[in-house]
């Protein structure tokens, strides 16, 4: 059996693998991702601890020295967590001002005053996508769940047809658009432009989010027909505080960032020219770093003072929105060391020897192996960090559109059927007041009609650009 020196895990260019070599490479991967996915779900190990035992697991059966399977986990933790945290932070810092100052509570309401009937799906599908942009998944659930369950019984709807298109519109997000931490530390994997990326996503999310949200809601409302659970009917937060900030200025707040990265990446494109004034100008105000921070900083003005909010106030705020995500960082940290270990054991070169005999495109390659660590370990972020180690390789001769289109096509695999093992599931059954079955027929089977019709529209734009 072939064993992998002490060179090749540091060499930049490993020697070529024999089918030995694959053999156990493919077995290592396996294993290693069988040892999180065991850790994860049987013994319930936290996924830090998890992936941490998985990458020494991976190194000693790839035969790499421990030492090096060290190095190379610790460096992948640094590099990834230096790549992306300070986003994670930032956007964790604009989530807690936007919820705490009740700027989420009046988008919400501005747009419900607006929708009657027929378009309150629709609305709920903007309300979420709006929200979901800077928050993470389990936030915004727990921020819209209140509106979802106040609209649907004043209103006397259906609750399927108001929760599905909010869940949709937040899962969409998470899965597809940065500055969520699955999609930032793909992007970082596989060396893809944020800009052409955010841009690209937001194109394939729109029509994923309208199938799998209001179309599908109608379906689910038919399977799925149950009251809004009394109980559940929690205080919101901005029923606290005597005022808060106005909708036009919350949707500036929010949507800045993204226009300030939509701006680079059109300037890129227009411009490309490194020398130009203009380029180098929009590469400082539309990097996430800059754009992040300018949202934030927007924030406290718009958000913060407006609701009364004290400088204390608004530095406690700050506090309290960076603690919940030292686990996410971890978490993602990592992840990013598992991707460099499979890297630099030569796993990744090994798919890529082993897919050019496939006829298996490249895109549709990733999606599927998102969508079986996804299967296994429940989690979408596992699965984005783990599928995007695996596929790196893949990119490495693509244009900068296909490769934002492999972060996509990633992103949507990690989204496929969320069960029994995924979190979120259990998060949607208690707070709707769903059983098991009905969770399946309802919030799954939306999580893969997403996964489905992403996955397609990735493989179909990667035919026409």
């Given amino acids: ?60 059966v790839a035969g790499a020295p421990l030492d090096k399977a060290i190095a190379s986990f610790t460096a992948g933790l640094g590099s990834t967590v230096a790549g992306v945290g300070v986003l994670i932070a930032l956007g964790a810092i604009l989530g807690k001002l936007l919820a705490d ?98 841009a690209l996503g937001i194109l394939v999310a729109i029509p994923t989010v309208v199938i799998a949200g209001p179309l599908f809601a109608k379906v689910a409302a038919r399977w799925v027909d149950v009251p809004v659970p009394e109980r559940m009917l929690p205080q919101r937060p901005s029923e606290e505080l005597q005022r808060r900030p106005g909708f036009g200025a919350t949707l500036a707040t929010v949507l800045l960032p993204v226009v300030l990265m939509l701006a680079k990446a059109l300037v890129d494109i227009v411009v490309d020219d490194p020398a130009n004034m ?27 003072m407006p609701a009364g909010f004290s400088k204390e106030r608004i530095s406690s705020t700050v506090e309290k929105g960076l603690m919940p995500i030292a686990g996410i960082l971890l978490i993602v940290g990592a992840g990013g060391g598992f991707k460099q270990t499979l ?74 059927f969320s069960h029994v093992n995924d979190a979120g599931f259990w998060l949607v059954k208690e707070y709707f007041g769903l059983s098991v079955g009905q969770t399946i027929k309802s919030w799954s089977v939306m999580e893969t009609i997403i996964s489905v019709v992403a996955g397609a529209l990735v493989l179909l734009l990667s035919l026409v650009i």
């Fill in 101 to 198: 100052s009740g700027g989420a509570d009046q988008v919400v309401d501005t747009i419900l005053a607006k929708a009657r009937g027929w378009a309150m799906p629709w609305a709920m599908v903007l309300i979420a996508s709006v929200i979901g942009l800077p928050l993470f998944f389990e936030v915004g659930i727990v921020l819209l769940i209140p509106v979802v369950l106040m609209v649907a019984k004043r209103g006397n709807y259906s609750l399927m047809r108001i929760g599905v298109p909010a869940l949709a519109g937040l899962s969409v997000m998470h899965g597809l658009i940065p500055p969520h931490p699955g999609p930032l530390v793909a992007i970082d994997a596989v060396k893809a432009n944020l800009g052409v990326t955010l």
């Fill in 343 to 416: 890297i630099d054991a030569g796993v990744g070169q090994m798919v890529l020897d082993i897919s050019k005999d496939w006829s298996i495109p490249a895109l549709l390659l990733g999606w599927l192996i998102a969508v079986a660590i996804r299967l296994a370990t429940g989690s979408a972020t596992v699965a984005t960090i783990s599928a995007a180690g695996l596929a790196a390789p893949l990119a490495a001769d693509m244009s900068s559109t296909h490769a934002a289109l492999l972060v996509l096509a990633i992103g949507a695999g990690s989204l496929f």
């Fill in 278 to 304: 203009t380029q180098r100008v929009f590469d400082v105000i539309g990097s996430p770093m800059i754009a992040l921070l300018a949202a934030v900083l927007l924030g406290v003005f718009t958000l913060g």
């Fill in 1 to 60: 059996m072939t064993r992998l020196s002490v060179e090749m895990l540091a060499a930049d260019a490993p020697p070529p693998i024999t089918s030995a070599g694959h053999a156990q490479l493919g077995i290592a991967a396996l294993v290693g991702i069988a040892v999180i996915v065991l850790l994860i779900t049987r013994f319930k190990l936290h996924a830090f601890l998890s992936l941490t035992i998985g990458t020494l697991v991976l190194g000693a």
